[in-house]
Structure formats: C-alpha cells, structure tokens
C-alpha cells in the first residue's frame, strides 16, 4: 500500500524574491509526478496550506500569493489543510484524518525542507506513522537562514536542504528520490 501522500505549502507565494536563492528548481514538478502516481492508485492524498500571520509574508492571505500551485492543484474531494505554524499536524485534523483511513505510512514532499517540511516529518515519525521524506520534490531558500551568530558566511540553500535532509532521514524518514519512490 501507497499510504498517505502529504503535499506541504507548495504555493505561488514561495515564487516571491522575499525568500532567497533556492536549491531544486524541480521539486514541485517531482511533487506533482507523485500526485499523478497516488491519484492513479486511488491513495489518500492530502494538501497543506500555509497561511502566515505574519504581515508582508508572501504566504499572508493579504499578500494574494497563498494559492496552491497549478501541478498539484487539488481535484475535487481532496483535502486541503490550512495551517498558520510549521507542521501540518498543529491546529488541523490531518492526525485524525490518516487515523480514520488507518494510514500507517506517509509520504511527504514540499517547501520548504528545513522548515515545514521537517517540522511535519518530525511530528509524523513522532505520532508513529512510517514517514518517507521525498528530497527531490523538496526545496529550501537562503532567505531564512540566519548564520549572524557564529560570524560565518551563510550555507547556500542545497546545503540547507541537506542539512536538514541529513537530520531527518533515519531517525524521523527514509529520505528517498521521486524515482525510488515511484519505482
């Protein structure tokens, strides 16, 4: 069984200039080959939406760029979560939602690694689900990364990306291409 797949914050929002450089500019078309792949298996899929508190946040509602991108637009009864922290389990009802489908298994792409991405994949081995953390249909920017207090130059955004990747995978996920979890 496919298990759950668990798109994060993959919004026109994270196109702004706001948030840096970024790493893999394939990622949201690796996240939309994995839809079409749970959608051909009639798996659960679930999509999460980030909506920032935070005025001048590209991902603010007031901001008009919170929408979901085009290649993994939701179809018609596909859940779409909206969350105003990191993980996708805070403030939703996905925990209940992959309980009630008895998912055991996950599998989560989207943007951004180091932040949402690995909040929600660190709550879901945590909460016992089998996690599979999917590291090319997943970006991070340099925007956010603050290096200030050690006096060094900042990472660029791969190297974030794997840091966070080299975090996760193991203890909270298996880290794995689109084309192993495809394959």
């Known amino acids: 069984m496919l298990g759950a797949l668990i798109l994060i914050d993959i919004q026109e929002g994270f196109d702004d200039p706001f948030w840096g450089t970024r790493n893999n500019l394939d990622a949201e078309s ?3 080959r994995l839809l079409t792949h749970w959608r051909a298996h009639s798996a659960p899929v679930f999509h999460i939406q980030h909506l ?4 001048g946040s590209p991902l603010n509602p007031d901001g008009g760029l919170v929408a979901l991108k085009s ?9 779409v979560l909206t969350k105003h922290v990191n993980s996708a389990f805070i403030g939703t009802n996905l925990e209940k939602r992959l309980r009630k489908l008895d998912v055991v298994d996950v599998t989560i792409c989207g943007l951004t690694t180091p932040h ?3 909040t929600t994949t660190r709550m879901a081995a945590n ?8 590291h090319d249909a997943c970006a991070a920017f340099t925007g956010n990364a603050d290096s200030s207090w050690r006096n060094e130059t900042p990472p ?3 190297q974030i990306h794997e840091a966070a990747l080299d975090q996760l995978h193991g203890e909270f996920a298996q880290v794995l291409s689109t084309d192993q979890v495809l394959g």
């Open 30 to 32: 690796n996240a939309g």
């Open 52 to 55: 920032s508190t935070t005025a």
């Open 156 to 158: 660029n955004a791969a």
């Open 71 to 79: 290649m993994v637009s939701p179809r018609e009864g596909e859940p």
């Open 127 to 134: 909460l016992g689900f089998k996690v599979r953390l999917v």
């Open 116 to 118: 949402c991405v690995s």
